[in-house]
């Protein structure tokens, strides 16, 4: 069926170390895989996504990395910053059908001074 | 450039009542959807519309009723409020449909 997971519910990390966030997926059909920020208070925000056909995409400070084979897909954040203290959610589309984005349950980003 | 915007931003209704929850965007965009967020939770697909007068289900539909005789506006009608409605609600638009969505600030109901 069509579900998105996530591995851990809390991360902690030191301010300027990478973080990296893992979400598992279910629906192999999906074509899009999408990570959102959300701060405290608001709705969430597109950070990057990654179509079907690729492995990798790197945006500004984050690279998303897709492994179809075993339906993983994760967030690299590098040198962490307090502004990145919120919670992030993958999401999943399967485009090709109907635009349906579902979201997964999220994961809060905690940084240590 | 008012992008996207929800209101009431807070709702307290009764059991039973009707309520509705408007949502605008001043872009254009084909594609808009409704979520809802429960406290700790991630959020729930309500409904989804690719273009005027073309709405789907999502997740979880049931108790909701949605319109979009606009492109611009895509308002969502809880017919009878129940109490397990009580949630934020977000609005969001999409101009390609593939997955980067423009958030609402969210509509915080309260179903007692």
């Known amino acids: 069926g069509e579900s998105v997971g996530l591995h851990l519910p809390t991360l902690s990390v030191q301010e300027g170390d990478n973080s990296i966030i893992n979400c598992a997926y279910s629906?192999?059909?999906?074509?899009?895989f999408i990570w959102y920020k959300q701060e405290s208070g608001k709705g969430p925000q597109f950070i990057i996504d990654?179509?079907?056909?690729?492995d990798k995409r790197q945006g500004q400070r984050v690279t998303v990395l897709l492994n179809k084979t075993v339906k993983h897909l994760s967030l690299q954040i590098a040198a962490t910053q307090p502004g990145d203290s919120a919670v992030y959610f993958c999401a999943e589309n399967l485009y090709s059908s109907a635009s349906k984005i579902i979201f997964g349950s999220g994961t809060r980003l905690s940084i240590r001074p | 450039d008012a992008g996207i915007t929800q209101s009431p931003r807070y709702k307290i209704t009764e059991t039973g009542r009707q309520v509705t929850l408007m949502c605008h965007q001043t872009w254009s965009h084909s594609y808009m959807f409704w979520y809802r967020q429960d406290l700790g939770h991630g959020l729930r697909l309500i409904y989804y519309s690719a273009a005027a007068d073309i709405t789907d289900k999502g997740e979880v539909p049931d108790g909701y009723v949605v319109s979009r005789s606009k492109t611009e506006n895509f308002p969502l009608t809880l017919e009878s409020a129940t109490r397990s409605q009580t949630s934020v609600y977000f609005c969001a638009s999409s101009a390609s449909g593939t997955g980067e969505l423009f958030f609402g600030e969210g509509s915080r109901l309260t179903v007692l």
């Open positions: 990654i179509r079907s056909n690729m």
């Open positions: 629906n192999s059909a999906s074509d899009y």
